[in-house]
T-cell receptor, first 110, second 113 residues
Framework: TQLLEQSPQFLSIQEGENLTVYCNSS?????LQWYRQEPGEGPVLLVT?????EVKKLKRLTFQFGDARKDSSLHITAAQPGDTGLYLC??????????FGKGTKLTVNP | NAGVTQTPKFRILKIGQSMTLQCTQD?????MYWYRQDPGMGLKLIYY???????DKGEVPNGYNVSRSTTEDFPLRLELAAPSQTSVYFC????????????FGNGTRLTVT
């Protein structure tokens, strides 16, 4: 079973700070997806990275896929309270199965 | 479009009781999934379906059953509830399997006491 390790597990920062969260594996993935989940709701897809070395930007969020396609990172610039949530990475676990990391729980304090 | 709708939102069961978690989607997606989310454990795949009439086991299928008689509906059945099944259950659908975004419902919070 392919595993995705996310770090840190918890992150609490002040509004305006920058942060990076990581998603690592010993396995190669054809693509990785990043989701954000707010309390009481289901995860919502933020981005899919497909090509090794790819960088995608979504406003203040920057996603990078490692050259070897084994890891990914999410960088948030000037975090805002609205960025608070659980950030999950996910990749193919074989045969139409998407496996998820345990997530990074981000709290941005005003 | 309503997207993926799950009912009920909350449920408390006694040990040994049974229930069905309902999931329906109006996006004409072929692929549907059931996940459970335990605190600090991420999402674990229970069962999935690639189309009407076809279902397959995920990582943690024991204690659960599913059926897929229509494209829209993918109910999850718990026959003999156990405390270990206390969790938040999410249903999801996608157009082209894992190569396309998963659309999640808002979950069912189940407590077994």
């Amino acid at each position: 079973t392919q595993l995705l390790e996310q770090s840190p597990q918890f992150l609490s920062i002040q509004e305006g700070e920058n942060l990076t969260v990581y998603c690592n594996s010993s396995s190669v993935f054809s693509s990785l997806q990043w989701y954000r989940q707010e309390p009481g709701e289901g995860p919502v897809l933020l981005v899919t990275v497909v090509t090794g070395g790819e960088v995608k930007k979504l406003k203040r969020l920057t996603f990078q896929f490692g050259d070897a396609r084994k890891d990914s990172s999410l960088h948030i610039t000037a975090a805002q309270p609205g960025d608070t949530g659980l950030y999950l990475c996910a990749g193919e676990g074989g045969s139409e199965k998407l496996v998820f990391g345990k997530g990074t729980k981000l709290t941005v304090n005003p | 479009n309503a997207g993926v709708t799950q009912t009920p939102k909350f449920r408390i069961l006694k040990i040994g009781q049974s229930m069905t978690l309902q999931c329906t989607q109006d996006m004409n997606h072929n692929y549907m999934y059931w996940y459970r989310q335990d605190p600090g454990m991420g999402l674990k795949l229970i069962y999935y379906s690639v189309g009407a009439g076809i279902t397959d086991k995920g990582e943690v299928p024991n204690g659960y059953n599913v059926s897929r008689s229509t494209t829209e509906d993918f109910p999850l059945r718990l026959e003999l509830a156990a405390p270990s099944q206390t969790s938040v259950y999410f249903c999801a659908s996608s157009l082209q399997g894992i190569d396309s975004p998963l659309h999640f419902g808002n979950g069912t919070r189940l407590t077994v006491t």
